[in-house]
């Protein structure tokens, strides 16, 4: 390899550079290989003139541009290892048509292709040689994946997320183990969640009445006049003649007599009231286990409530110009209805009557076991025997022999107890269990067999196994006699819990358990066919759920509240919509494995006929979500045309270009902006008493040169989305005047609205093939990606390239990477590996 002359800060070992190209050799490569292909003899050297000729003069240790200098780095450094995060930072920025800016000189084509290639292969190549998979910090299953293991550890299908903790989140996700701490008030909840999950699944609750009660979603009043009562069917467990009202699923601990009840509206601006003569109920007999429980209105060819017109202002109140009708409320279990009601249209109130709110359903509740069936008072007072798919997991025997407290436990029940613990721990603890997992479930069996029957001791030992360090925690500890600092590849049994981590956020079912046990799970063939199996699977709704929920924002949707006032049309059923849409569209191109690129330009989305109102689009008929193409509907396509992300991203009265803007950066590019200086000023959204547009606010803004750095980027990708609403509707004016959604890059590449960003980001695709990559295999490790982790995504990128981009091919790849499979042993022997132990 020729080395010249370079400058004195940016100099080259003759020793590094035999060292490259050995390393080249080594790998397949040839040192010219990639410039011959680009037509520019590209050597490290003629890096090293570029960077000090182009990028030095702004970026120093005197003006800094952009937090980072160039002075003291050295070309030598990359085949070192040395700075990986600038040069990484360099790699992206001169891919991105970042730097160099548009008002300074820019590289020629072939100076951008070699350059980028030269460092691209360096850094990629001391990756290869040099594999990190990176810290793997011990973390604590976050709620949904706790939530989800306890549902397919018991086959106990509820869903407990809500009564525990929020948990906190790093790198964009809530499975990062830097944020997944312990305290004891957290302790103290998830022990008294897994006491009341222990006795449902064991059959012990329902031995007294309980209440559980579900707030049906909806709209505050319009300007205090009224909204109008839902004419659309509210969810899919209600039946299709349904309108209004709402469903929530139920798990009946016990067969017996329940109480379903529901308050309807009393009619008043006050939609809080909880009065007596508004709870309608209904008696019925349930079997133990799922149930869905809802009430709704009947559906008729027309609404059937009258609502008078407010004629005098807001503070008026109506009298109704005609008595009260008598509507239909039914009473819904497991889709079908069991009871119907006659209610009046509106209720006639001692002091005032008022018929302007129509009525709907605000609160359902169901209250029971008032009673246990027949049967089980004949066969058990105490109602254990009500038999679920709980019970027929944990009782794999039942004791001939049962002592009588205070004699001594027999042997049939000890070992019948030692076989329901090993059972169950060896799913729990995501691995093969010892004597010494057992014991400490055992005793904890026995000193309840003290006080309590069999069965209610076997809860008392699920309630410690639900707290137990081993389920409660992801732990790899280091084999023994691994060398400090080495890398190692983690066992099956572990590869096989970050699988169902991965995909499920659950634990790995009994076909990943044999498979590991085999050793074969890893096999090619064999874990692609798992990855399939996984992803066809109800479980992998997990992926939309919290990997689609929190890489796209749909998890923040229910928590953002656009004007009332200014967007009156969305309301709850729009809103759910909105949401419904995003999530069906990605879950489709998991399921379906296409290519990831559809994120960016699909021609299709998934609208029911509200939202395809909303969208104007025409043809779309009922409440049910289906397919549509969008080839005639040019200002819709890929997530960028949704309403949730376009909601998602304004403020609550005004759309935000920088909001979108940075979404962008953020999530389809990877390429964040620094975060904003702390006196940062406003925008200016009036001049002379005129309202400005988005663009002229924010060319303002951009007068000021330290705010222009960062704008300049984030600024065109919003400013193109201008013509959707703060709501994801489409217009043409703003303040008056025709909106505009011209835009150009830094790099001066110019284009025009949805359609012209599309083909942006269509010239970006590799690019957001790496940042896809990036999120995912954030997620999937539940860690935060380091400098020496993008090498990896690259070859990830590359590796799908020959899949057409499918995003089964990009799930395999990270799954097969290097971070995923191995681990780095700690540095020194003395090191205490993190390991939490029950004390």
């Known amino acids: 390899?020729?080395?010249?002359?370079?400058?004195?800060?940016?100099?080259?070992?003759?020793?590094?550079?035999?060292?490259?190209?050995?390393?080249?050799?080594?790998?397949?490569?040839?040192?010219?290989?990639?410039?011959?292909?680009?037509?520019?003899?590209?050597?490290?050297?003629?890096?090293?003139?570029?960077?000090?000729?182009?990028?030095?003069?702004?970026?120093?240790?005197?003006?800094?541009?952009?937090?980072?200098?160039?002075?003291?780095v050295d070309v030598s450094d990359v085949s070192l290892g040395n700075n990986q995060r600038l040069w990484e930072a360099m790699l992206k920025s001169v891919a991105m048509g970042d730097m160099p800016p548009a008002d300074k000189e820019p590289l020629t084509p072939e100076q951008k292709s070699s350059f980028i290639t030269w460092l691209q292969t360096s850094l990629d190549n001391y990756s290869e040689l040099n594999p990190n998979p990176g810290r793997a910090t011990i973390r604590r299953l976050n709620r949904s994946e706790y939530a989800n293991s306890v549902r397919d550890l018991l086959a106990l299908d509820i869903d407990i997320r809500q009564s525990l903790p929020g948990d906190?989140?790093?790198?964009?996700?809530?499975?990062?183990?830097?944020?997944?701490?312990?305290?004891?008030?957290?302790?103290?909840?998830?022990?008294?969640?897994?006491?009341?999950?222990?006795?449902?699944?064991?059959g012990l609750a329902g031995t007294t009445p309980s209440k559980q009660n579900y707030l049906v979603p909806k709209d505050g009043s319009k300007k205090n006049s009224g909204i109008p009562s839902f004419d659309l069917r509210m969810s899919d467990q209600l039946p299709l003649d349904s309108r209004g009202g709402g469903s929530f699923e139920f798990y009946a601990p016990v067969t017996g007599v329940y109480e379903m009840a529901g308050f309807i509206n009393a009619n008043t601006t006050n939609e809080v009231d909880r009065m007596d003569i508004h709870r309608h109920s209904y008696t019925l007999n349930l079997v133990a286990g799922n149930h869905t429980i809802g009430l709704s209105f009947r559906k008729r060819l027309a609404l059937s409530e009258h609502v008078p017109t407010v004629r005098e202002g807001t503070s008026y109140v109506v009298l109704p110009d005609r008595d009260p009708s008598l509507l239909d409320l039914d009473f819904i279990l497991d889709g079908a209805p069991v009871y119907s009601k006659k209610v009046p249209s509106y209720y006639m109130f001692p002091r005032f009557s008022q018929a302007?709110?129509?009525?709907?359903?605000?609160?359902?509740?169901?209250?029971?076991?008032?009673?246990?069936?027949?049967?089980?008072?004949?066969?058990n007072k105490t109602t254990e025997n009500s038999e679920t798919a709980s019970t027929r997991k944990i009782f794999i025997c039942t004791p001939n022999t049962v002592t009588t407290n205070p004699e001594p436990i027999s042997e049939q029940e000890l070992d019948c107890a030692t076989k329901i613990i090993e059972n169950l721990a060896t799913q729990a603890y995501r691995r093969p269990i010892s004597n010494a997992d057992i014991q400490p479930l055992l005793q904890v069996f026995t000193q309840a067999r003290a006080d309590l029957n069999f069965k209610a001791s076997i809860a008392n030992t699920i309630q410690a196994l639900l707290v137990a360090p081993s389920f409660l925690y992801v732990q790899e500890p280091t084999p023994t006699n691994t060398t400090p600092g080495s890398v190692y590849k983690i066992n099956d049994y572990?590869?096989?819990?970050?699988?169902?981590?991965?995909?499920?956020?659950?634990?790995?079912?009994?076909?990943?358990?044999?498979?590991?046990?085999?050793?074969?799970l890893r096999k090619p063939e064999?874990?692609?066919?798992?990855?399939?199996?996984?992803?066809?699977?109800?479980?992998?709704?997990?992926?939309?759920?919290?990997?689609?929920?929190?890489?796209?924002?749909?998890?923040?949707?229910?928590?953002?509240?656009?004007?009332?006032?200014?967007?009156p049309q969305f309301n709850v059923p729009l809103r759910q919509s909105v949401q419904r849409e995003t999530e069906l569209f990605f879950t489709r191109i998991l399921k379906d494995n296409q290519p990831i690129f559809d994120f960016l330009n699909a021609d299709y989305s998934y609208l029911n006929e509200q939202l395809a109102k909303h969208y104007g689009i025409t043809g779309v008929k009922g409440t049910a979500f289906r397919k549509v193409s969008l080839k005639q509907y040019p200002n819709r396509g890929g997530v960028l045309g949704h309403a949730s992300i376009l909601t998602l991203t304004s403020n609550p009265n005004h759309t935000s270009p920088v909001k979108r803007g940075k979404w962008i950066l953020d999530n389809l590019l990877a390429a964040s902006p620094p975060p904003p200086?702390?006196?940062?000023?406003?925008?200016?959204?009036?001049?002379?008493?005129?309202?400005?547009?988005?663009?002229?606010?924010?060319?303002?803004?951009?007068?000021?040169?330290?705010?222009?750095?960062?704008?300049?980027?984030?600024?065109?990708?919003?400013?193109?989305?201008?013509?959707?609403?703060?709501v994801g509707a489409f217009r043409t004016r703003y303040a008056d005047q025709e909106i505009d959604v011209t835009a150009q890059m830094p790099d001066g590449s110019k284009f025009e609205g949805l359609d012209g960003l599309q083909s942006i980001l269509w010239d970006r695709r590799e690019r957001f093939t790496q940042a896809f990559t990036d999120r995912l295999l954030t997620y999937a490790l539940g860690r935060g990606l380091?400098?020496?982790?993008?090498?990896?995504?690259?070859?990830?990128?590359?590796?799908?390239?020959?899949?057409?981009?499918?995003?089964?091919?990009?799930?395999?790849?990270?799954?097969?990477?290097?971070?995923?499979?191995?681990k780095k042993a700690p540095e020194a022997n003395n090191e205490n590996q993190q390991i939490a132990k029950a004390l």
């Open 1 to 72: 390899m020729a080395v010249n002359m370079l400058p004195n800060s940016l100099t080259l070992n003759k020793g590094v550079g035999s060292l490259l190209l050995v390393c080249s050799i080594l790998l397949g490569y040839s040192p010219n290989s990639f410039s011959e292909t680009k037509g520019l003899d590209f050597l490290q050297h003629q890096a090293a003139e570029l960077i000090n000729d182009r990028c030095e003069n702004c970026h120093n240790d005197y003006i800094f541009d952009g937090n980072w200098s160039v002075e003291d």
């Open 168 to 202: 906190n989140s790093g790198y964009g996700f809530d499975n990062n183990a830097d944020v997944l701490g312990v305290s004891t008030t957290l302790l103290e909840r998830y022990l008294s969640i897994a006491g009341k999950l222990s006795k449902l699944a064991t």
């Open 356 to 379: 302007a709110f129509l009525r709907d359903v605000l609160e359902i509740e169901v209250i029971g076991p008032l009673e246990t069936a027949p049967e089980h008072q004949a066969n």
């Open 494 to 520: 572990e590869f096989a819990s970050r699988l169902a981590l991965f995909l499920w956020s659950s634990l790995p079912d009994k076909e990943l358990s044999v498979l590991a046990a085999k050793g074969t």
């Open 526 to 567: 064999v874990l692609s066919q798992q990855i399939k199996r996984m992803l066809q699977s109800h479980k992998a709704q997990a992926l939309t759920d919290n990997f689609a929920g929190q890489w796209l924002y749909l998890r923040n949707l229910p928590h953002h509240f656009p004007d009332v006032f200014e967007f």
């Open 677 to 726: 200086p702390p006196d940062v000023p406003a925008l200016i959204a009036e001049h002379d008493g005129i309202a400005l547009s988005a663009r002229e606010q924010l060319a303002k803004h951009r007068a000021d040169p330290v705010c222009a750095s960062c704008h300049v980027r984030m600024d065109p990708l919003g400013l193109a989305l201008e013509k959707y609403d703060a």
């Open 786 to 822: 380091e400098p020496y982790d993008q090498p990896i995504i690259r070859k990830i990128a590359t590796q799908a390239s020959t899949k057409d981009y499918r995003i089964h091919s990009i799930i395999e790849a990270v799954v097969s990477s290097t971070p995923f499979n191995y």
